[in-house]
């Protein structure tokens, strides 16, 4: 908004608190305050959300695939053959055979439910998820038959055991005896403790060789499922279809949506519901500027009455109380950014703070998933959030520029 040099004079005189009228500037401190908590609190939540989605998709992807192929009975005989189709279909970047199986582990007297995973030993190394994430050990120790294996580090805390000590494997399903079935157990050496950061995953997966959980399981040469990533997460399905069609009849193909949907739809929804109960903030911020504004135009009705006598048209004096209540709703945005910023960049600090504060956790893996609070803030968010504060502020000058405008100078000076 281009102001003329007497109208930049008397808006700059406007924004400083005069002589009796500090109740004027405490309205529009209050405004501007306002204004900064409202941005804030909306690029905080929703950038810790966007962290959130990011952070779970990156993490349950990075180690599940973009889908599935999942074979009926949970077997998949000429898994070869399938893992050739699956690379061959096009928009495919890598397909990996995998054994997944519920079972219990024990180590000095602590049992554990485990959830064993088995993995072909090129895939264990070159897989970015557990190979950045490894706290001790080593995964290139994880061999065929050397009786090594890698585990989540809160399985680790919760069994009390290290790098080095022998685990316990427990097979519900082992031999049949005159006298039952008797379990097979196998004890196995921590080579490497990992942490994935999503809670479920650490406090559960035992990663050891392919054909170590085949001879644990008892398989034979089976895999249970093939996992898949694509080059879009979003088009997995029509990626997937071809390969579908080609498995139906011994496999079935199931994606990240279908078996994450719940709990990504519950974050969409919750993402959007806080960026409109937020928003409400900015709404309550452009009343105080609203309010504000009709304080000064009521204060300085005499002084606009003066400059409509001395030739200032009407729309100088709208541009003059529209400038100061964008005025107002732009410093308060950016002052809205820095907090907004600040404490994301501080935010494990301030939220280790309020938990010593409050004496209660805040953030609790078992809870929120994720060992950490993530944080990732979106460009085009940022920028929604900076235009909706703006557009508010504008909308709130309107009424008190144009009561300003129309003032009546023979009204106003009629005794003076």
Do not use: C
């Not at 109740?23 to 409202?38: K, P, Q, R």
């Not at 919760?158 to 004890?187: D, H, K, W, Y």
């Not at 004496?359 to 940022?382: M, Q, V």
Request: no cysteine; proline share 5%; glycine share 8%.
């Amino acid at each position: 908004m281009i102001l003329r040099p007497y109208e930049r004079t008397i808006f700059k005189r406007y924004l400083l608190p005069q002589r009796g009228e500090g109740f004027i500037f405490v309205a529009a401190a209050f405004s501007f305050t306002a204004v900064m908590l409202g941005v804030a609190a909306l690029v905080v939540v929703m950038s810790v959300m966007n962290g959130v989605r990011s952070d779970l998709f990156d993490k349950i992807v990075g180690l599940n695939g973009h889908a599935v192929v999942q074979g009926f009975g949970g077997r998949i005989d000429d898994w070869r053959d399938v893992l050739k189709q699956a690379k061959a279909t096009p928009g495919v970047v890598s397909a990996t055979p995998l054994i997944e199986q519920p079972l219990l582990a024990t180590f000095s007297g602590r049992v554990e439910g485990v959830l064993v995973r088995g993995m072909t030993v090129p895939d264990i190394r070159n897989n970015r998820t557990l190979g950045g994430k490894v706290l001790q050990g080593s995964l290139t120790s994880l061999t065929p038959n050397s009786g090594n294996v890698a585990i989540g580090s809160e399985l680790a805390r919760n069994l009390g055991a290290q790098v080095g000590s022998n685990v316990t494997i427990i097979n519900p399903q082992g031999r049949s005896t005159p006298f039952g079935t008797v379990p097979r157990e196998i004890s196995y050496r921590v080579s490497a403790i990992f942490e994935i950061g999503v809670y479920d995953f650490d406090k559960a997966y035992i990663v050891m060789p392919m054909e170590d959980a085949q001879l644990l399981l008892l398989t034979g040469d089976q895999v249970q499922m093939i996992e898949v990533k694509t080059e879009d997460p979003d088009r997995v399905g029509e990626i997937m279809r071809p390969l579908a069609e080609k498995v139906a009849a011994q496999a079935v193909v199931s994606d990240w949506r279908s078996m994450n949907a719940s709990l990504f739809e519950a974050l969409s929804v919750e993402r959007v519901a806080m960026f409109v109960i937020l928003s409400l903030i900015i709404l309550v911020a452009s009343f105080n500027i609203i309010s504000s504004l009709i304080m000064l135009v009521r204060a300085k009705t005499r002084d606009m009455a003066i400059l409509r006598t001395m030739g200032a048209p009407r729309d100088a004096v709208m541009r003059i109380f529209m400038a100061i209540g964008l005025s107002i709703g732009i410093a308060g945005t950016i002052a809205g950014m820095i907090v907004g910023f600040s404490l994301l960049y501080f935010r494990q600090g301030v939220l280790r703070g309020v938990e010593f504060i409050t004496g209660r956790p805040l953030w609790d893996p078992s809870i929120r998933f994720l060992t950490e609070l993530p944080s990732k803030p979106d460009p085009f968010e940022i920028t929604a959030i900076v235009i909706m504060v703006i557009v508010f502020s504008f909308l709130a000058t309107l009424y008190p520029a144009y009561k300003a405008a129309n003032t009546d100078p023979v009204q106003v000076l009629r005794y003076e």
